[in-house]
């Protein structure tokens, strides 16, 4: 089974930056797409951005150029950088496979201070 685990998230200030990290038990992200999601206190789990196998991503109307995501085959791991962040983007961070999600990780908190 295929295990998910989110991390970098943290305490940073308005305007400031995070870069979250996905790391995958298997090579799965060189197979498949990769979305990652936030879910804030009282609201339901939105996606962010997704990344293709072939690099093509697709972003959430809210990011407006402020996040990017990478990929790392080598270390079966998918980045969310975050720039810019606003106190809107707090929430926790997940990813998982963009067409076929499988069992959520844990998530990593990002709290953004105004």
């Known amino acids: 089974q295929v295990r998910l685990v989110e991390s970098g998230g943290g305490l940073v200030q308005a305007g400031g930056s995070l870069r979250l990290a996905c790391a995958a038990s298997t090579s799965i992200f060189s197979m498949r797409a990769v979305g990652w999601y936030r879910q804030a206190p009282g609201k339901q789990r939105e996606f962010v951005g997704s990344l293709t196998i072939v690099n093509t991503t697709r972003y959430a109307d809210f990011v407006k150029g402020r996040f990017t995501i990478s990929r790392d085959d080598a270390k079966n791991t998918v980045y969310l950088q975050m720039d810019n962040l606003e106190p809107e983007d707090t929430a926790v961070y997940y990813c998982?496979?963009?067409?076929?999600?499988?069992?959520w990780g844990p998530g990593t908190q990002v709290t953004v201070s105004a």
């Open positions: 998982n496979i963009y067409t076929a999600p499988i069992a």
